[in-house]
């Protein structure tokens, strides 16, 4: 990430000799394709609940969490006090041999699960959950194409990237056969340039039309996240999905819920994103908060569709013993601590501090998202809509040298993405708006 010449912090942040030594061999022994936020890349050393602390010693109140992965705070010790305990008395056994702990795992999923989805298949993130879920998709359907939306994301792989739709992440020749994509619920910056409600949602009868003109006719699935993540937290209006899975369904095909950043309470009251628009899919992938930071990959289904694959299956890292006590822990504390509800209540409160912030920087064209995964799409001017990547840069360089840590997507780069951890409290929110609000003051145009 680069910041304009011109952008100088209020307060720079001092850097060891530790800090340039780690960002320097970031630099020699890692891809420079593995990209750092901020312009000078903030080395982490700790962390503990809401905060994160690098390694000068600098305190931040995180509301990124790792990509929407710390869930329930950092080093919760009701989490890493369980995963330590099963480090040192069995770490891994692959999925040759079965474990208390897969199964105890995969049967809270069967009970939180929405449907009949009550078959699991672990992994280690969510590209190879995604993965998984169109391989068994082509193979219980017999079918080949798959649809997917305009600005989606769903992860590294060479599949995984065909299905994604933003240019920076398809490059290096990516094969897209059999993959399609309609245009998005985007109504901030609607493809159809027209206005919801009066619309009418026309932007779902895209995919009807793009099964006929540009598949075979016949999909094996169509695969969306509930809220666009990587898209910058794009959230379709509450009647495109259940119009868009009525369509899916005429044409024989599954309906795969991409839900590695909206799942586990995200959204507030429901366990998942699909949830909120009234939809049960056929079947739901996740990864990141599903294991409060370990990693993880899930592809959960109905017992028809999961016993439709055909030939071996076999994962060696996926379901192993620490990853599913980790999982199994953190679904089993925000049930403890009502983190569904309270994602819902602070999440509104949050939405509303937002939208203050809103009337009073002008910069800030739109709020949008739900429960705890809000986001700030940033325009130069809100009439026309120009996109603002480098105030987008500004605000998180001078939120970091804050004390508040955030992170950004959409096509344009002008997207603040907001997620706080799921037990956050409205303290927490208090706090990170007023350094919101310094952020903003401090952008100079």
């Given at each position: ?19 340039e ?5 970031h630099?020699?022994?890692?891809w ?48 890493s ?78 599949l995984a990237?065909?299905?994604t739709?933003?240019?920076?992440y ?11 994509h ?27 039309n ?14 969306a ?34 839900e ?12 998942f ?26 592809t ?7 016993g ?11 379901g ?31 939405r ?46 001078s ?47």
């Open positions: 990430m680069t910041t304009p010449a011109h952008f100088v912090p209020a307060s720079p942040l001092s850097r060891s000799t530790r800090s030594e780690a960002v320097a061999k630099k020699k022994y890692l420079p394709s593995v990209t750092n936020y901020f312009q000078q890349p903030l080395v982490a050393d700790r962390g503990e609940m809401q905060h994160l602390w690098d390694v000068e010693g600098n305190k931040y109140l995180d509301f990124f969490g790792g990509i929407l992965t710390v869930s329930v705070g950092h080093c919760n010790p009701k989490i006090g369980k995963v330590s305990a099963q480090v040192n008395r069995l770490q891994h056994t692959s999925t040759l041999y079965p474990t208390e702990h897969i199964v105890a795992l995969a049967e809270k999923i069967a009970q939180i699960t929405p449907g009949n989805l009550q078959q699991s298949f672990f992994t280690n993130s969510g590209t190879e959950a995604n993965e998984a879920a169109i391989l068994l998709a082509r193979m219980s359907t017999g079918s080949f194409d798959v649809v997917a939306l305009r600005h989606a994301y769903s992860g590294g792989s060479a990237k065909a299905v739709a933003h240019a920076p398809r490059k290096g020749g990516v094969i897209s056969v059999g993959i399609s309609a245009v998005n619920p985007y109504c901030y910056r609607c493809p159809l340039h027209l206005k919801y409600p009066d619309c009418e949602v026309a932007c779902a009868e895209d995919v009807e793009l099964i006929q003109t540009g598949t075979s006719g016949n999909i094996a699935a169509f695969i996240e509930p809220i666009q993540g990587v898209g910058g937290f794009i959230t379709p209006p509450k009647e495109y999905f259940k119009i868009v899975f009525k369509t899916v369904k005429k044409y024989g095909a599954l309906f795969i819920a991409d590695v950043q909206t799942g586990w309470g995200r959204t507030g009251k429901k366990w994103g699909i949830e909120q628009w009234e939809v049960i899919p056929d079947m739901i992938t996740s990864a990141k908060g599903m294991a409060n930071g370990a990693p993880v990959g899930l959960v289904t109905t017992p028809e569709i999961a439709s694959f055909q030939g071996a299956n076999i994962a060696t890292f996926g192993n013993p620490v990853t599913c006590v980790a999982a199994k822990a953190t679904i089993e504390l925000i049930e403890e601590e009502n983190l569904l509800e309270n994602a819902d209540v602070v999440g509104k409160y949050f509303a501090k937002l939208e203050e912030l809103q009337a009073k920087h002008a910069v800030i064209g739109d709020v949008r998202g739900m429960g705890l995964m809000q986001a700030l799409e940033l325009v130069k001017d809100r009439k026309t809509k120009e996109p603002a990547p480098e105030a987008t840069t500004q605000v998180m360089e939120a970091r040298q804050n004390g508040l840590l955030i992170g950004k997507g959409g096509l344009y780069g002008n997207t603040l993405r907001l997620a706080p951890m799921l037990n956050t409290t409205k303290p927490d929110v208090d706090e990170a708006i007023k350094l919101l609000d310094k952020s903003f003051s401090e952008v100079r145009n």
